[in-house]
Nanobody, 121 residues
Framework: QVQLVESGGGLVQVGGSLRLSCEASGRTFNRYQMGWFRQTPGKEIEFQASISWSGETHYGDSVKGRFTISRENGKNMVYLQMNSLKPEDTGVYYC???????????????WGQGTQVTVSL
């Protein structure tokens, strides 16, 4: 089992950058595939990026070229570097963990509490 805690959200202007962090508890972090998702009111939760235990990455179409997911297995950390932010990137960002490298939110077993990102004009 793993527990996840996100941080790094905040208010940023259009075109700015933020780096989200997700700290995982547990000794077997490097066995988990990690993902980032965004929740916006009235919309379904949206896949942003995922990274396998070995560093293979996958991105949602809306963030390709702007966001970068990375992980430090020795520190039990996963990050989401967000550049060139747009108003539509606003939402609550969740870190998630699962044993399978995938993009479907419903399949992830473990979730953090979320961190709010607001991109203003």
């Amino acid at each position: 089992q793993v527990q996840l805690v996100e941080s790094g959200g905040g208010l940023v202007q259009v075109g700015g950058s933020l780096r989200l962090s997700c700290e995982a508890s547990g000794r077997t972090f490097n066995r988990y595939q990690m993902g980032w998702f965004r929740q916006t009111p009235g919309k379904e939760i949206e896949f942003q990026a995922s990274i396998s235990w070995s560093g293979e990455t996958h991105y949602g179409d809306s963030v390709k070229g702007r966001f970068t997911i990375s992980r430090e297995n020795g520190k039990n950390m996963v990050y989401l570097q967000m550049n060139s932010l747009k108003p539509e990137d606003t939402g609550v960002y969740y870190c998630a963990a699962d044993h399978i490298f995938q993009t479907a939110a419903a399949a992830y077993d473990y979730w953090g509490q979320g961190t709010q990102v607001t991109v203003s004009l």
